[in-house]
């Protein structure tokens, strides 16, 4: 295993129910290290260039809206295998399906307000990373 770095986004519903501190404390008791973080507001424009894989599918409107709709939390989480541990973390999209003690189970509302995004490869997880941060705001 290898030391890696993923993109991980705290949802507006998550940042509505004041669950940062909550989530923060998952990730680093399973010893990520929240090595760059901000809190945003994404622009239409950003989230529809975030999310531009999604373009063609069905819920893309609604998801963008949804992103835009109260401030996000961007972060660089790095640790051992950390793009997979991150999404073992959080657990299933749909928290109708994710394990018991992950996040979206313990915090997700639906599959659209499911609290946290996270990379889901090493090149997404690159591209992600750059799309919010510049390495002078990644302190690892
Ligand atoms: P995320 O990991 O941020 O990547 C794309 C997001 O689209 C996903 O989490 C979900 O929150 C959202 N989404 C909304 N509806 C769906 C759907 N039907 N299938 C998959 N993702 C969906």
């Not at 008791?29 to 599918?57: C, D, M, N, P, V």
Request: hydrophobic residues 45%; glycine residues 10%; without cysteine.
């Amino acid at each position: 295993m290898a030391t890696e770095r993923t993109l991980s986004i705290l949802k507006p519903d998550a940042t509505r129910r004041n669950l940062t501190g909550k989530i923060n404390a998952v990730f680093e008791e399973a010893g990520l290290r929240i090595i760059a973080q901000k809190r945003l507001q994404l622009s239409q424009t950003q989230a529809e260039a975030f999310y531009g894989a999604h373009r063609e599918r069905g819920f893309f409107k609604d998801l963008v809206g949804f992103m835009v709709g109260g401030p996000v939390v961007v972060q660089v989480l790095e640790g051992e295998d950390a793009i997979a541990q991150n999404r073992k973390l959080m657990g299933a999209t749909n928290p109708a399906n994710a394990d018991a003690g992950t996040i979206r189970k313990l915090f997700a509302e639906s599959i659209e307000a499911n609290s946290v995004h996270g990379s889901d490869s090493a090149e997404a997880a690159a591209h992600e990373i750059g799309f919010f941060f510049a390495g002078t705001e990644i302190v690892g």
